[in-house]
């Protein structure tokens, strides 16, 4: 009993270490946003601003956007273009939401 807890808990931690989180996480939509809109936490000077971040940090969340994505944004790059590839990963990911050429 003892040797197959053992192997279980072995399992487990090997199933664990071979997941990797794609998905970018609270600090990382938070910190996207700030960067995005040019602020810093405290500098949230109007109500409006506020709320635009708190779209954005919605937005990354729930979509939800992965870790390339936000570095792509966070460099600098053209939203347009991170915003396409992300879309062509996600197409690469599931195959059936490709379009079929006739």
Request: aromatic letters at 4%.
């Amino acid at each position: 009993m003892r040797r197959v807890a053992g192997l279980v808990a072995l399992l487990a931690l090997a199933l664990v270490s071979a997941c990797q989180r794609k998905a970018a996480g609270i600090p990382e939509c938070r910190e996207l946003a700030y960067r995005m809109y040019g602020v810093m936490p405290g500098e949230l000077v109007t109500q409006a601003l506020h709320d635009r971040v708190n779209d954005l940090i919605r937005e990354c969340l729930l979509t939800p956007y992965d870790r390339e994505l936000v570095r792509c944004l966070a460099s600098g790059e053209r939203e347009r273009l991170c915003k396409r590839d992300f879309v062509e990963r996600r197409l690469g990911e599931d195959d059936h939401y490709r379009p079929r050429l006739r």
